[in-house]
């Protein structure tokens, strides 16, 4: 069983290398965090921040970055995208990573913050 399982599952695309990470631009020291970030400042306002999305983990030559969700509309031959975002949300950005080999994979991550409003 287990002598099948390894190749079917390199087939199906389910070994990934690359991943996502996010960080919301506040007042506070922000870190890159892998799938989900989240921040808090004390405002007190419902003003949008900066939020910042990126692909790590690369391990082949990217064709194209196909962008959707909170990140949509961001370019095709970027890694990384910013968009302002309001807060108590979750503001999903996605990628579709297309490989110059012609595989591709999916990677995202979710980005929110509070402001004590």
Known sequence: ?????????????????????????????????????????????NNTNLALWRITGLTKTVSQVIWSDATSGCAATALSCNKQIRPYQEHLGKATILYSDGTWEQVQATAHFETGF
Do not use: R
Not at 16 to 26: G, H, I, N, P, R
């Open 1 to 45: 069983m287990k002598k099948l399982f390894l190749p079917l599952m390199l087939l199906s695309g389910a070994a990934t290398a690359a991943s996502m990470e996010c960080m919301v631009d506040t007042a506070a020291y922000d870190e890159w965090q892998l799938g989900y970030c989240s921040a808090m400042e004390f405002t007190f306002d």
